[in-house]
């Protein structure tokens, strides 16, 4: 951003945080609530992230905000972050991170630039691609694409689904599809088995939705876009099985094949990343406290490893409170407390089957920081 004299204007925040999903708004609250001023830098023309696209209710404890439905946790939040102070900049695209801990942003067609003492980096996760003949035609999108459409902009995507991957945001995709007024004509997964909670399995199938294990699309036939789906049988090494095909008439597909960690900007930062499977592919390298090799730069939520908003809220807690504490306006003691909180929640989420496994990958990055700070 270049000033009226000719001069590089440089605005400077104590903390920067970019992403005002679950973890982005639970980290400015954390910093705010301790005195630390917080930027907070969203793409979007509303914050809230991926929580006001669930429009069902969170599990767990109370603690936890079971019971609570996705877009009212995301309500809570924000209404903290307004009476907390906290400077949020909407439609505003980060689209740089360099020396020195400096943004470079777009906002309004202006590009600007800001510096951060500490900076989280919320950026979340990408959804996987499946690639079949016709993937690419209209009516074929993402999990994540259909959720933005009829739980944030209340338009209908298509009339007659193929849902691929049931997983829990397969499952769930497909009961918010029937909700909003779609048939879902199937659920299609490779594996021998469900890869989601039963209870999401259980609430579509009681819809009459069948789950179609040891299966997938081998086409999607059409001309200016979906007009039917070909499913086909898989064997134990993942090959189409001839003469199992049968086909749908659909005029949508949904792919629900995974999400992968965002880590464009803490590459550019130099971040050190790591691969994981259980928590999507590539991640950043980081401590306990979420901050990563680069210090005074932060991770968290599915930019850390791809989890539950649940545990991206507490991650964003524990940078908040680390970043507090670096920058003077908390005790060493008095976070350790809270932090130490706050990791018995976060155990306590990933105690599952399935969280257990996320819990074992956490504490290998861990170890995997520790030694990159002895080299």
């Known amino acids: 951003m270049v000033g009226e004299s000719g001069d590089r204007v440089l605005k400077r925040c104590e903390a920067v945080v970019i992403g005002s999903g679950p973890a982005g708004l639970s980290c400015a609250i954390e910093a705010a609530r301790a005195g630390v ?9 509303r914050p809230g992230g991926q929580l006001f696209k669930q429009i069902h209710k969170f599990f767990g404890s109370k603690e936890h905000k079971a019971g609570i439905r996705g877009f009212d946790i995301g309500t809570k939040l924000l209404e903290q972050t307004e009476d907390l102070g906290v400077n949020v900049l909407l439609n505003s695209v980060a689209h740089g991170i360099f020396s ?40 074929v999108m993402g999990a994540g694409a259909a959720q933005t459409m009829i739980n944030i902009h209340r338009v209908l995507p298509g009339r007659r689904f193929v849902v691929l991957g049931s997983g829990n945001v397969g499952l769930i995709i497909s009961y918010q599809l029937l909700q909003a007024g779609a048939d879902v004509l199937a659920v299609v997964e490779a594996a021998p088995k469900i890869g989601g909670y039963q209870v999401h399995a259980s609430k579509i199938r009681r819809a009459g939705v069948p789950i179609l294990t040891s299966a997938t699309i081998k086409e999607a036939r059409g001309d200016m876009g979906v007009k039917e789906v070909v499913i086909v049988g898989v064997d134990d090494s993942w090959e189409p099985i001839k003469g199992t095909e049968r086909t749908l008439p659909a005029d949508s597909v949904c792919v629900a094949a995974g999400l992968r960690p965002s880590t464009g900007l803490a590459q550019m930062a130099g971040c050190a990343l790591t691969f994981s499977a259980e928590l999507g592919g590539d991640l950043p390298v980081h401590n306990e406290d979420m901050e990563t090799t680069i210090g005074g730069i932060y991770i968290a939520g599915d930019a850390a490893g791809v989890e539950e908003a649940s545990t991206a809220m507490e991650e964003g807690r524990l940078a908040g409170l680390d970043m507090a504490q670096k920058l003077g306006y908390l005790s060493q003691d008095k976070a350790a407390r809270r932090k130490e909180e706050i990791r018995k929640s976060l155990l306590a989420l990933r105690s599952g089957p399935f969280g257990y496994l996320c819990h074992r990958a956490k504490l290998e990055i861990a170890r995997k920081m520790k030694v990159a700070q002895e080299d």
């Open 37 to 45: 001023e917080v930027t907070l830098i969203d793409e979007n023309r």
């Open 100 to 139: 020195d801990k400096i943004l470079g942003i777009v906002k309004d067609d202006r590009t600007e630039m800001i510096q951060g003492e500490r900076i989280l980096l919320a950026t979340g996760a990408i959804e996987n691609n499946v690639v079949f003949p016709g993937w690419t035609l209209p009516g």
